[in-house]
């Protein structure tokens, strides 16, 4: 196996343990809590994220980019390194102080909430996956996630028994954010050397950043933002809904981000050594590859939706399969866009297409939410997220028509359309049969699964033998 599929995988592992496991609690959390208390946690974790937004300051897509171009240097990588993380540092540093003031004389509700959530802020003093990332060593934080992952679950189900176990439930995830992040220190401390930076050597990243921040946040307007205004323009309990909808829909989405950061880091190196052929077929493989997973679970989310919601969260969270089928339709813009953003734009430094195109989307979730949230409520948030990321994969596929293929990039992504609303087609219908739901699921993800492999082949055989993406 060749090390894109080795980090490939390592990728899919890291990114999916940081939602798989809150995912397999969630049936007992949902019921344990309730709507309410999980709305109460969704709505004040959004604003602190915000905070954590600003403390990273577009740090993670820059310091990955940055490490990735000077890996063969030990020395220059370490002063770019130490110089990054100084500055990431004082910029936390300022962001904690922000995030005090804003609990003792901003917040008027909730604080005791806030207060809990600190472990999210402190974790920003010692977060570098970015260095890790960079160097293609995705194994480490893989190790790191599952051992801490996995005891945060087990927590969980011993100190949350009640509705009023909230606050312990906020701790958990908080200190476990915290613990992951300090427990990479050891490693990075062997691969860099110790040496002084200047001021000018840390106030250098500082523009990069910013201009690869401005996307962070326009993006943040409808990843985050929905949740905000739903809990201000509606009810916690539709936020509760809303969160459990996001909660399915970022498992497949984080299975199409660890190819983008796997791939990132080889494309700004192959950028750097002028290999610009291989560059174009590494992306045509990547376009293939990722439509050939998105387009099947998008239409399986919206099949196994309606049997899905209620019988995994319980009853009360029934409006939540109606959600996860609209957000489903997320899964093919962000998926294209993932691949045209993190294995173009941003290695080929194209920083403003990029932020030009998230702005768009931004502005028009935020126009949108305002309309839609106060008639729809939680289904109008999950109407405008669908709206937003069109125009975000809109625009930067017009950005990029004239430098790829696109007309080819659409021409092998059909095929595996039509092949999806086959198998789409068959397990609707089986929803319908009068068994058990939890039958239904099973027999629809199996038969759909089924489908899909006799209808790819001989796609699926080459991906075995090595011949869809090549060392």
């Not at 954590?52 to 820059?62: D, Q, T």
């Not at 962070?216 to 459990?244: C, H, P, Q, R, W």
């Not at 029934?318 to 813009?333: E, N, Q, V």
Request: hydrophobic share 50%.
């Amino acid at each position: 196996m060749n090390n894109i599929k080795k980090n490939f995988l390592y990728n899919i592992v890291y990114q999916i343990f940081i939602l798989i496991l809150p995912l397999i609690s969630a049936p007992y959390i949902s019921r344990v809590i309730g709507a309410e208390g999980l709305g109460t946690y969704s709505y004040t974790y959004s604003i602190v994220s915000y905070f954590v937004m600003f403390a990273m300051l577009g740090i993670n897509n820059y310091g990955n980019r940055l490490i990735a171009q000077n890996r063969d240097d030990k020395h220059k990588m370490s002063k770019k390194f130490w110089s990054l993380y100084i500055m990431e540092f004082i910029i936390t540093t300022i962001v904690l102080i922000a995030y005090i003031f804003f609990i003792a004389f901003i917040a008027k509700e909730d604080k005791i909430m806030y207060i809990l959530q600190l472990g999210f802020i402190l974790g920003s003093f010692f977060d570098i996956n970015w260095f890790f990332f960079g160097l293609e060593e995705f194994k480490i934080t893989v190790t790191r996630n599952t051992i801490i992952k996995i005891l945060s679950f087990i927590s969980m189900f011993i100190f949350v028994r009640k509705r009023d176990d909230l606050y312990i439930y906020t701790i958990i995830l908080s200190v476990s954010n915290l613990i992951s992040n300090i427990v990479l220190w050891p490693f990075v401390i062997k691969k860099v050397e110790k040496t002084k930076v200047s001021l000018s050597e840390i106030l250098e990243h500082l523009k990069p950043c910013i201009i690869l921040f401005i996307p962070v946040i326009a993006i943040s307007l409808y990843k985050k933002m929905d949740k905000i205004m739903l809990g201000i323009m509606s009810t916690k309990t539709e936020v509760g809904f809303y969160e459990n909808a996001e909660k399915i829909i970022s498992i497949p989405a984080a299975i199409i981000s660890a190819l983008g950061t796997v791939m990132l880091p080889r494309m700004s190196n192959m950028i750097a050594n002028g290999e610009n052929d291989r560059f174009k077929v590494y992306i045509d493989k990547s376009m293939e590859f990722i439509m050939f997973l998105a387009l099947p679970i998008t239409f399986g989310l919206i099949a196994v939706s309606k049997s899905f919601a209620p019988w995994y969260f319980g009853e009360e969270f029934y409006k939540t399969g109606t959600l996860i089928a609209i957000l489903s339709c997320t899964i093919i813009f962000t998926s294209w866009a993932n691949v045209i953003r993190t294995q173009y734009l941003i290695p080929k430094e194209k920083d403003k297409e990029y932020i030009g195109s998230v702005i768009v989307g931004a502005i028009v979730n935020l126009i949108f939410n305002i309309l839609m949230i106060p008639k729809l409520t939680s289904v109008g948030a999950c109407i405008t997220t669908v709206m937003a990321e069109f125009s975000v994969m809109f625009i930067q596929t017009m950005n990029v028509r004239k430098e790829l293929p696109i007309k080819e990039y659409m021409k092998k992504s059909f095929k595996y359309l039509i092949k999806s609303l086959i198998m789409f087609a068959i397990i609707y219908i089986i929803q319908y049969l009068k068994i058990n739901k939890f039958f239904i699921i099973i027999l629809q993800v199996i038969i759909g699964c089924m489908i899909y492999f006799i209808l790819n082949y001989k796609y699926i055989i080459n991906l075995i033998k090595k011949k869809s993406i090549k060392e």
